[in-house]
């Protein structure tokens, strides 16, 4: 069993910065992937940014330039950094981990239950 959890959410002004943090709980597994997933009402929910254990990244079009995904691997926590915020931002931002479970081979994909994050003055 593991347990993802996301904090860091809020509100904040546009041109503002938030940081959203994700820790991944549980019995023993190995994590080989993290990332950030996003869902605005009425729009389907769309990647934001992932990392991998290795330290490779990649970035939501929209994101690019200032945001910052990064990973505590002794804490087996994610965070992402975001800057110059915008109202499009506005989204509930779900944690993803993929990851290995105890001894067995299967990858396993785990969600956390969102955080909301509302941009607006």
């Known amino acids: 069993q593991v347990q993802l959890v996301e904090s860091g959410g809020g509100l904040v002004q546009p041109g503002g910065s938030l940081r959203l943090s994700c820790v991944a709980s549980g019995s023993s597994f190995t994590i080989y992937n993290m990332g950030w997933y996003r869902q605005a009402p009425g729009k389907p929910r769309e990647l934001v940014a992932h990392?991998?254990?290795?330290?490779?990244?990649d970035y939501a079009d929209s994101v690019k330039g200032r945001s910052t995904i990064s990973m505590d691997n002794a804490k087996n926590t994610v965070y992402l950094q975001m800057n110059s915020l915008k109202p499009e931002d506005t989204a509930v931002y779900y944690c993803n981990a993929q990851l290995a479970r105890g001894s067995f081979a299967a990858l396993y994909e785990y969600w956390g239950q969102g955080t909301q994050v509302t941009v607006s003055s």
């Open positions: 990392i991998s254990t290795n330290g490779n990244t």
